[in-house]
């Protein structure tokens, strides 16, 4: 939590630095996309695992919120923003019934740092972003029921033998993506590598395998700035 309340302490420094010299654009930000995430299992035990255990698919994701653009020159700004993110993936099991599923869905607090360069109306933008989670839930339907459960995060190791279910709250990647600018409205094409692990670690469990889980997604945003011509 104390690197969390670090980073946006930064962000903000940031913005405000930058406020002080550059031209600035405030808007509002919304988007939906398709999230998945890339599951690798590595380590002496590896191969306990069939290779149908480890596949998934993309779910609907979407995001909302608040940005703020700095202009840097004529051809490049600065943007980053807070924004509410929705993100998961959904298990691909052979034996589930057309009607059957088994999903994830998380929700988080993120804040991109993206540098765009400008052409005309064209852009294109790349840069990291970092995620703080705040809920989860597993949603699955067998054989006619349908159950949910939900999933806490968490910034440090987890207990094993805890009843509940955890993820790890720290998630950070990398944006790119490209745009065009319409008046006031700005239309993106992105997509989200993610390099952190939302599978969390746990306490006095050794084991001979790791597990990494992290996200890969598409989206399509579109953003307001007030203000704009």
Known sequence: MKNILKLFLFVAILSFSLQMSAQVKFG???????????????????????????????????????VVEFSLSESMSLQSGLLYSRKGFATDEEELESDEYDKYFFSYLEAPLHLIY??????????????????????????????????????????????????????????FGVGYQVGPILLNVGYSFGLGNIQPKYE??????????????????????????
Request: charged share 30%; net charge negative.
């Open 28 to 66: 509002l930000k919304g988007g939906v996309g398709l999230s998945d995430i890339k599951l690798t299992i590595s380590g002496e035990d590896k191969d306990l695992f069939e290779d149908d255990e480890l596949k998934t698919k993309k779910i609907p994701a979407f995001h909302i919120g608040g």
């Open 118 to 175: 400008h052409k005309d109306k064209f852009q294109a933008f790349a840069g990291p972003y970092f995620s703080y989670g705040l809920s989860g839930v597993n949603k699955w339907k067998y054989s006619g029921d349908t159950e949910s459960e939900q999933i806490k995060p968490s910034v440090k190791k987890v207990n094993a033998d805890d009843d509940d279910f955890y993820f790890n709250a720290i998630d950070y990647g990398l944006d």
């Open 204 to 229: 006095d469990v050794d084991l001979d395998f790791d597990i990494k889980m992290s996200y890969r997604a598409f989206s399509l945003s579109g953003t307001y700035f007030f203000g704009s011509e």
